[in-house]
T-cell receptor
Framework: ETGVTQSPTHLIKTRGQQVTLRCSSQ?????VSWYQQALGQGPQFIFQ???????GRGNFPPRFSGLQFPNYSSELNVNALELDDSALYLC???????????FGPGTRLLVL | RKEVEQDPGPFNVPEGATVAFNCTYS??????FFWYRQDCRKEPKLLMS???SGNEDGRFTAQLNRASQYISLLIRDSKLSDSATYLC????????????FGSGTRLQVQP
């Protein structure tokens, strides 16, 4: 196991609601990246946090936001949920270099 | 055009077969290259990094051709446990320091 944990494992929300997903990084890792994986697709980069600061963002609207805490755990917040937000949300921790990212088990979000 | 393109498969092969997956990437500034494996409804796991000189890990061999912007993965002596989706991944070092994934190639090894 990677030591990266995510909660909750599954979530069902309705359109327009807000959701918060959580990630605990592997011990010693100071960087957390978030990815969205739609069914049948590869993961897509949402954003990355390094030492509590956003360190890059993919092509996602501002209603996707996040933060990182002093212990390097992280949250992903999504406002005004849309049906297309239904996906597996993955976080990955690393030591700042991209060379190796370790993924958590993911949170499956279903928006009805 | 997708930044990383893979044949989605599925590749259905018998146990013991040799199977090869290919992947192309569009950004010549890509810096690092990987193959990840993803089992059904699980998270991606790093299978191996890919180097210009090529590298081998047991039954798995990865090759990189920077001139053609092409990455390959060869699996020899396929096992039932190799059944999974194989994701081709590149790091485009534009400051985002993020991984760009292909859509994956599904492999089904049959007894």
């Amino acid at each position: 196991e990677t030591g990266v944990t995510q909660s909750p494992t599954h979530l069902i929300k309705t359109r327009g609601q807000q959701v918060t997903l959580r990630c605990s990084s592997q011990s010693g890792h100071n960087t957390v990246s978030w990815y969205q994986q739609a069914l049948g697709q590869g993961p897509q980069f949402i954003f990355q946090y390094y030492r509590e600061e956003e360190n890059g963002r993919g092509n996602f609207p501002p209603r996707f936001s996040g933060l990182q805490f002093p212990n390097y755990s992280s949250e992903l917040n999504v406002n005004a949920l849309e049906l297309d937000d239904s996906a597996l949300y993955l976080c990955a921790s690393s030591t700042g270099g991209v060379e190796t990212q370790y993924f958590g088990p993911g949170t499956r979000l279903l928006v009805l | 055009r997708k930044e990383v393109e893979q044949d989605p498969g599925p590749f259905n092969v018998p146990e013991g077969a040799t199977v090869a997956f290919n992947c192309t990437y569009s950004n010549s500034a890509s810096q690092s290259f990987f193959w990840y494996r993803q089992d059904c409804r699980k998270e991606p796991k790093l299978l191996m990094s890919v180097y210009s000189s090529g590298n081998e890990d047991g039954r798995f061999t990865a090759q990189l051709n920077r001139a053609s912007q092409y990455i390959s993965l060869l699996i020899r002596d396929s096992k039932l446990s190799d059944s999974a989706t194989y994701l081709c991944v590149v790091n485009i070092d534009t400051g985002r320091r993020a991984l760009t994934f292909g859509s994956g190639t599904r492999l089904q090894v049959q007894p």
